[in-house]
């Protein structure tokens, strides 16, 4: 069956928010108020499929307006190749502006062969102030050619369209942000109050062709940002069944404490989570270091955890091919995916890693994952690129149902607000320990680390009085959640 234009249309914007080509949270933008959404369409040079709808859908647009042009120019650099595309489906010759003149040979800016007088069309990814398209714009009318039309892919509808309009363009649109909002939350891909949250961004930055906001001292929040968020609100935003769960099993029993229980005989680790279990949100195992492991012992804790309400996670770190990690996961002396509700996993494999958990596991639509992007021990080799490599990961379409959350040490690296963050290496009373652990507080894990969830292990099991101390250390982490999302400070 051919698709019609709408439904072509519809399902080129599902698969921009599939693949990531934007993206809903909390984003520092060049002026003001941070945005609730970004656009990073870079990320369809990498998908072909998608390279080929966008261009079959502008020269469609541009056909239907009848925009006539001698040339075709996209402002650098991710509208390049779309243009490319374009111009060959078009058989019209492109024209390229350079970023800088080059300091050697011609000087010219503008690459390609043309007239004074020839006229050209611009095409652009996303409009936010049009600023972009301006000084492309700017360039070519200095070498006498005319440019009275730009079409673009998205426009932010954040003024861009008047700034340019201002400058005599007329500017077209494959989507503004509204629409593509709507083609999302029909497809339940995205919340009201994700559209609130972006609609009333929207309307209090609208910017000026230089650059400023119309109007500076608005007192605007972005809505979406996870730190400022309750987790009930939160719960709304995830994807993943199980960390949806999380979520409001933290609201209702008003705990954000992980306790990681490392010990070695299984009769002291249920007596110690009897004493913690009102306490805590999630049990975090390290099953490999019990010495006296049994199936009874994982009937007993998941009994408990029904009792006390809490999510077992095991802190496997799974790190292999896919085929391996299937087995390690739903096989072996611990069928892990069968009494745990989470499990972590290093990105390292990539995906294959996730395909494999997922075939472990009997059915994973109740179980969940959290990724690593960050350790907490000092000298590891994890780097920015890395971290923001597996943040990708976590986002990819075909993963976020299975994400519960990211094991990171730095408020910067969710900006889900759907995603939950668990951050270890917490202590009341050290800050390190023998063999490279760092340890924050409670108050900076949570209100400096953005950890939502953090995780205790010895500052708790080592405790003479564990009740005590899982108490103390529940309080501590609540309170400074309740005073980081009531807190006016950004
Ligand atoms: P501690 O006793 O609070 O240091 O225990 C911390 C737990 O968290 C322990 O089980 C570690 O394996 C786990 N952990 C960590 O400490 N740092 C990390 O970066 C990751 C996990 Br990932």
New binding site residues.
């Given amino acids: 069956m051919v698709a019609n234009a709408s439904e072509k249309f519809t399902n080129l914007a599902l698969k921009l928010f599939d693949i990531n080509a934007f993206k809903f949270g909390d984003f520092k933008m060049k002026v003001g108020i941070n945005s609730p959404v970004y656009f990073d369409l870079r990320v369809i040079i990498s998908h072909p499929d998608v390279m080929n709808t966008v261009s079959e859908l502008l020269l469609q647009f541009l056909n239907d307006k009848k925009t006539s042009c001698d040339h075709i120019c996209g402002v650098p650099y991710t509208a390049l190749p779309i243009a490319t595309l374009v111009s060959v489906r078009d058989s019209k010759p492109m024209l390229i502006r350079r970023k800088e003149a080059k300091d050697y040979g011609t000087k010219k800016l503008i690459e390609g062969k043309y007239q004074s007088g020839d006229t050209c069309l611009i095409i652009e990814d996303v409009v936010t102030s049009g600023s972009s398209i301006l000084e492309t714009v700017n360039d070519l009318r200095r070498e006498g050619i005319v440019v009275t039309d730009a079409i673009v892919l998205v426009d932010r509808e954040q003024g861009g369209a008047k700034n340019i309009e201002q400058n005599g363009i007329r500017m077209h649109s494959l989507f503004t942000l509204s629409q593509l909002l709507d083609i999302l939350q029909e497809a339940g891909k995205i919340e009201e109050s994700t559209v609130k949250a972006v609609a009333k961004y929207i309307s209090t930055c609208q910017i000026k062709a230089d650059g400023s906001m119309v109007q500076p001292s608005s007192k605007a929040v972005n809505e979406l940002n996870r730190l400022k968020m309750s987790f009930e609100a939160r719960s709304n935003h995830a994807r993943c069944p199980v960390a949806k769960r999380l979520f409001q099993l933290m609201a209702v029993k008003k705990s954000n404490l992980c306790i ?1 229980v ?1 010990l070695p005989k299984v009769g002291a680790i249920l007596d110690l989570v009897m004493k913690i279990g009102p306490h805590i949100c999630v049990l ?1 195992t ?1 099953i490999d270091v019990v010495e006296d492991f049994n199936e009874n012992f994982v009937h007993s804790l998941v009994a408990l955890a029904e009792k006390y309400n809490f999510l077992i996670m095991e ?1 496997r ?1 799974f790190a292999d091919i896919g085929n391996t990690v299937s087995m390690q996961y739903g096989h072996g002396l611990y069928k892990i995916s069968q009494w745990a509700d989470l499990v ?1 996993c290093h990105s390292l494999p990539g995906k294959g890693v996730l395909d494999g958990l997922k075939n472990g596991a009997v059915d994973y639509s109740n179980k969940g994952v959290f990724l ?1 992007a960050e ?3 000092r000298g590891n080799l994890i780097n920015e690129k890395y971290t923001k490599d597996t943040m990708e990961l976590a986002m990819d379409g075909s993963n976020n149902d299975f994400i519960a959350g990211i ?1 990171c040490q730095n408020p910067h690296v969710v900006t889900n607000p759907g995603l939950i963050q668990l951050t ?4 009341i009373s050290n800050t390190s ?1 023998e063999l490279s ?1 760092q340890y924050s507080s409670p108050q900076s894990a949570i209100k400096e680390k953005g950890a939502d969830i953090a ?5 708790v099991t080592n405790s003479p009085n564990v009740a005590a101390a899982a108490e103390e250390y529940r309080d501590q982490l609540w309170s400074a959640y309740c005073s980081r999302i009531e807190s006016e400070d950004e």
């Fill in positions: 990681a490392d975090k390290h802190d770190k972590t690593l350790m907490s021990c094991v270890p290496g917490v202590q320990d652990q995780v205790v292990g010895r500052g």
